[in-house]
């Protein structure tokens, strides 16, 4: 697979290295010989066969990521040893980047000049900065009542599943291996079904960079087969999920039914845009479009319920429009395309339904709704606007590159709508008076509130969901102790001087 770059033109790949399990450091066909098809959303044809993994691979890969953490190397290590492995990962992961870039713009229809530029060097930095961690894991010296000695150990959780989505594959991947990893966990990981490519090559990567056998495991498969055997398995000690609050359920269950596992989950979103009327219409505009269709729509945290303020309703709704006109979508390899397809035949047709939905409910269509080309699964920009509360299209998440654009009058109407969901992952809020954004954004029931910005993730910052949007952290030390156990140990102490 070529990722040269020459005469401004990339090497689109023709051949893919990695189609195996990744199972105790060695790539290897599932045990039933079974394989799928992993498409190319440019076209709808196949890139490559990947091995399926079913519950007995994820038996294998447990085992030996069960063994890794009873027996193994990598919990013992030091810290800072731990750190050394992650910054030679994250090093080759730079140095392969347009090769990852290229995998996940012909697995998920990204941007490539986007992944390569942006979205892979973050996911490098990611292990950097929970390598910077791995050696500052420490408890604390507690004063105990009476003549005791007593102090806390922060322990690594275990065996870790990780289940996560394809609208990100290479973020989410480093999201949570990263953090357990730092831990001292071991892990079996489950791409999605859509897009296995990145994840193997990565896998590839953590064994040249010193991840010793065992530690991480990839099994692509799908999840009523592969993400069940996850789930309920009886050696796995904590799964972590990022994907649809329906899946998030079954997860629960399944964690609760069989060896009452640890569970966080990362799930659906309905995120609300407020903007004032003191807002500069154009700035707003754009930022309400690029939080509707970034990523074409498959984010979790699109700000897909836009709500504006009547004093500057009309004059937003017109340069709303005028700036989804310009937006470019196109295959994802062209550099002037801002947008790419939707990931699969199945999301593709989802979009186009809920946007016949909207239609048939009566909100107006501004613009878009259609598909583009007649190859691959390419979707306009899409904007409805005389949208009521109860939609299907205001109250579902879509995942595409539609939004619902609506009116208000006061502060305390805007809070009530923009809290008018199950769902609690995100809001923005575009003003620019602070004491608006002060009560709003302490008002609205989401795990992160952007001001006069969007899309704003980092390292450090904690991130994750209110309500049916789920539970525990991504990002930063709360992540990163979402791997760890804390311990108590108390020992008597005789003939001390002082207690």
């Keep these: 697979m070529s990722n040269d770059i020459s005469d401004g033109h990339v090497k689109i790949p023709t051949t893919v290295k990695f189609t195996k399990l990744f199972i105790n450091g060695q790539f290897v066909d599932s045990l039933s010989g079974s394989e799928f098809e992993t498409i190319d959303p440019r076209t709808g044809e196949v890139i490559a066969r990947i091995s399926e993994g079913r519950k007995e691979d994820i038996d294998a890969a447990v085992k030996a990521a069960r063994e890794a953490f009873d027996t193994g190397p990598w919990p013992r290590m030091a810290g800072a040893k731990r750190a050394k492995i992650m910054l ?7 140095q392969n980047a347009s090769e990852l870039a290229a995998l996940d713009a012909i697995d998920a229809g990204k941007l490539y000049n986007r992944c390569k530029a942006q979205e892979i060097p973050a996911a490098a930095n990611m292990l ?5 961690a791995a050696d500052k894991i420490h408890g604390e010296v507690l004063k105990a009542s009476g003549e005791f000695h007593a102090y806390t150990l922060m322990e690594p959780v275990g065996v870790v599943g990780h289940i996560i989505p394809w609208n990100f594959p290479s973020n989410m991947f480093l ?8 831990a001292g966990c071991t892990m079996v990981l489950k791409p999605a079904e859509q897009t296995p490519l990145s994840a193997l090559f990565y896998a590839h990567l953590a064994k040249q960079a010193g991840i010793p056998d065992g530690v991480l495991n990839v099994v692509p498969g799908f999840g009523p087969t592969a993400g069940a055997a996850i789930s309920s398995h009886m050696n796995v000690d904590k799964v972590s999920f990022t994907g649809s609050t329906e899946v998030g359920r079954e997860i629960m269950h399944a964690a609760a039914s069989s060896n009452l596992k640890q569970v966080s989950l990362e799930l659906g979103g309905k995120s609300p845009l407020l903007i004032f009327d003191d807002a500069d219409v154009d700035k707003a505009a754009s930022l309400a479009l690029l939080g509707t269709v970034y990523n074409k729509g498959e984010i979790c945290v699109a700000s897909s319920r836009v709500f504006v303020q009547e004093g500057i309703y009309d004059e937003f709704e017109k340069k709303l429009v005028e700036k989804a006109k310009a937006w470019v979508v196109g295959d994802p390899f062209d550099p002037k395309s801002q947008q790419g397809p ?5 999301q593709f047709e989802k979009i186009l339904s809920y946007i016949e939905h909207g239609k048939k409910e009566g909100a107006t269509l501004l613009y878009g709704g259609k598909r583009l080309g007649d190859k691959g699964y390419y979707i306009e920009p899409t904007i409805f606007s005389d949208v009521k509360g109860d939609m299907l299209i205001a109250q579902d998440e879509i995942f595409g590159p539609v939004m619902s654009l609506m009116k208000f009058k006061t502060i305390e109407e805007a809070i009530m ?3 008018n969901t199950k769902y609690g992952l995100a809001a923005g809020i575009v003003t620019k008076n602070l004491d608006i954004a002060n009560t709003v954004s302490r008002s609205i029931r989401a795990g992160i509130v952007w001001i006069n910005c969007y899309f704003i993730f980092g390292s450090d910052i904690p991130y994750g969901g209110y309500k049916q949007s789920g539970f525990g952290r991504e990002y930063g030390m709360q992540a990163l102790h979402q791997y760890l156990q804390q311990k108590s140990v108390v020992t008597p102490i005789y003939n001390s001087p002082w207690l």
């Design 175 to 182: 999201t949570k291996v990263s953090p357990a990893l730092a």
């Design 342 to 346: 939707q990931v699969d035949k199945k």
């Design 88 to 94: 030679k990962w994250a090093d080759l992961i730079d």
């Design 128 to 132: 950097r900065y929970y390598a910077g």
């Design 417 to 419: 709508r923009a809290n």
